[in-house]
């Protein structure tokens, strides 16, 4: 057995050398590894964080915008309710004033019509005056009258 422990005692020291030279030998690369991958994904933890910092900032620009948006859409709504409101104001006022003028136009051309019928009325009461007249004269002229009418009127020149 002596054999058989000699040899697991080479055995142990040739593990531990070989351990050795292998914590000798990658040491760095192993610490480097595990460096770099911690360092990585720090990185990509950092980078993460900053997008999430960054998307939470344009989202809160993206939330203001889209307020001043519906802002200035409530500015242009009531300014465009107030611009309506002066048109319609604008119109009606424009109607009544053409409505006015279309009546004092038809006053007028009332009065001219009435005028005219006065006028007519009374060329047509002086035209039937004047017949009745000469149909009077006519009926009251007799001849001997008439010798006397024209005696006088030629004294006159």
């Known amino acids: 057995m002596e054999g058989g422990g000699h040899l697991l005692f080479w055995k142990f020291v040739n593990t531990i050398i070989l351990f050795a030279l292998l914590y000798w030998i990658l040491r760095k690369p192993v610490s480097n590894f595990i460096s770099n991958g911690i360092e990585a994904i ?9 997008e999430k910092e960054e998307a ?7 939330e203001k915008k889209s307020q001043e948006a519906k802002a200035e859409a409530e500015r242009i709504i009531a300014y465009s309710k107030e611009v309506a409101q002066r048109e319609k104001e604008q119109i009606i006022a424009e109607a009544k004033q053409t409505a006015e003028r279309i009546v ?41 009258v008439n010798k006397k009418l024209i005696e006088s009127s030629l004294e006159k020149l």
Do not use: C, H, R, W
Request: a positive charge; aromatic letters at 6%.
């Open 42 to 50: 720090t990185t990509k933890f950092e980078k993460a964080k900053q």
């Open 104 to 144: 004092k136009m038809a006053d007028e051309e009332i009065e001219k019509e009435l005028y005219k019928a006065k006028e007519e009325l009374k060329k047509f009461a002086a035209q039937k005056a004047v017949e009745l007249a000469e149909n009077k004269l006519k009926g009251s002229i007799t001849p001997e």
């Open 56 to 62: 939470l900032k344009l989202l809160k620009e993206a």
